[in-house]
């Protein structure tokens, strides 16, 4: 049934790679590539934006925190721009722990000071259908 639906196959990879990027990162970063290439596929937008941003996270893991920042701030922005505030939201945190990470928290605090306020406005202020 997954094979016969390629949104279905993204979305189930997808799943997969946001489960397994808690537990095993070679594992999840092929997931990711896999949903990467559905999307792009699909032209699907906002998921290869994910993809992209969860493989940032992943070269963040891979001890490559500078182009990792790099992957997952892209997203972050892109994310923005397209109103996934729930990619918003995700990228936003991993951005601040990775700053704390390296020492930079008076960053982190300046980053999160910034943009969590008005993330979290556009969340509560999106109209549901």
């Not at 092929?30 to 999307?39: G, S």
């Not at 940032?56 to 922005?77: N, P, Y």
Request: charged share 20%.
């Amino acid at each position: 049934m997954v094979d016969n639906d390629p949104r279905l196959k993204l979305w189930a990879i997808a799943v997969k790679g946001y489960t397994d990027i808690e537990i095993n990162a070679p594992t999840a970063k092929q997931d990711w590539k896999q949903v990467l290439t559905l999307a792009q596929q699909l032209s699907d937008m906002k998921w290869s934006n994910r993809a992209h941003g969860e493989l940032g996270i992943i070269t963040f893991l891979e001890s490559d925190w500078k182009r990792g920042a790099w992957l997952v701030g892209k997203a972050f922005f892109e994310a923005s721009s397209a109103a996934d505030i729930g990619s918003e939201i995700r990228y936003l945190q991993f951005l601040g722990a990775g700053l704390n990470e390296v020492n930079r928290q008076s960053e982190a605090a300046c980053l999160l000071g910034y943009w969590l306020p008005q993330t979290m406005y556009a969340l509560f202020s999106s109209k549901t259908e």
